[in-house]
């Protein structure tokens, strides 16, 4: 009898960031997002710098959730939702936790793209969501197996989503999405006039 698995699941989680905690108000948190992007001179002087369309605070902040309430706020809740994730991919913490290592603001303009890229150091990374265009939405995630496809023909165009060599998850403001930090990914390019606002965020395994 024929027998066909899936092998080496790769998990990726989606849920509403309102799903856990109190509410966090969208409207204030873009407000926030774009208030500290104004007045840190030195995230803008990096981005400058280093070529990065937009604005990031990655290199310039690591304090928002001491700076805005708003941030601890969504740290708490994040946290919720890490730990579900946690518990789905069966991980053994050996009695220890996983905790938030760093926090950080991305905004994409027009023509802003984030290209291909893992987090390496961590354990879960992951991205809320706080305003997004209509035609620059989606995130791009790679099988992690692709280096090792040296001979392996094309996927058809309707292949089943396990099959695909490449996956496109259009999240809605308000998402949060949970992968494990070796999942190589990147952010198209932003294709409207509008700014593309997320949240990304690391957590490490101490």
């Given at each position: 009898m024929t027998e066909i698995r899936s092998l080496f699941a790769t998990r990726l989680y989606k849920a509403k960031l309102s799903e856990f905690g109190k509410p966090i108000d969208?409207?204030?948190?873009?407000?926030a997002c774009l208030s500290i992007a104004e007045d840190d001179e030195a995230g803008q002087e990096w981005c400058e710098r280093e070529g990065f369309p937009g604005y990031t605070s990655y290199a310039s902040l690591t304090d928002l959730p001491w700076r805005f309430p708003i941030f601890k706020d969504l740290v708490k809740v994040l946290?919720?939702?890490?730990?579900a994730f946690a518990k789905d991919a069966q991980f053994d913490l050996d009695g220890r936790e996983l905790k938030l290592e760093d926090i950080w603001i991305n905004i994409l303009p027009e023509g802003?793209?984030?290209t291909s890229h893992i987090h390496p150091h961590s354990v879960v990374s992951g991205t809320t969501y706080v305003a997004i265009?209509?035609?620059?939405?989606?995130?791009?995630?790679?099988?992690?197996?692709?280096?090792?496809?040296?001979?392996?023909?094309?996927?058809?165009?309707?292949?089943?989503?396990?099959?695909?060599?490449?996956?496109?998850?259009?999240?809605?403001v308000g998402d949060v999405l949970l992968w494990e930090s070796w999942l190589r990914h990147e952010v198209p390019m932003n294709m409207s006039e509008e700014d593309r606002i997320s949240i990304s965020f690391n957590y490490n395994w101490s």
């Amino acid at each position: 009898m024929t027998e066909i698995r899936s092998l080496f699941a790769t998990r990726l989680y989606k849920a509403k960031l309102s799903e856990f905690g109190k509410p966090i108000d969208p409207q204030e948190l873009d407000t926030a997002c774009l208030s500290i992007a104004e007045d840190d001179e030195a995230g803008q002087e990096w981005c400058e710098r280093e070529g990065f369309p937009g604005y990031t605070s990655y290199a310039s902040l690591t304090d928002l959730p001491w700076r805005f309430p708003i941030f601890k706020d969504l740290v708490k809740v994040l946290d919720k939702h890490v730990a579900a994730f946690a518990k789905d991919a069966q991980f053994d913490l050996d009695g220890r936790e996983l905790k938030l290592e760093d926090i950080w603001i991305n905004i994409l303009p027009e023509g802003g793209i984030h290209t291909s890229h893992i987090h390496p150091h961590s354990v879960v990374s992951g991205t809320t969501y706080v305003a997004i265009p209509f035609e620059g939405s989606a995130i791009k995630f790679e099988d992690p197996r692709s280096q090792m496809m040296m001979a392996a023909p094309a996927r058809l165009r309707d292949a089943r989503e396990e099959m695909r060599q490449f996956i496109y998850v259009a999240p809605e403001v308000g998402d949060v999405l949970l992968w494990e930090s070796w999942l190589r990914h990147e952010v198209p390019m932003n294709m409207s006039e509008e700014d593309r606002i997320s949240i990304s965020f690391n957590y490490n395994w101490s």
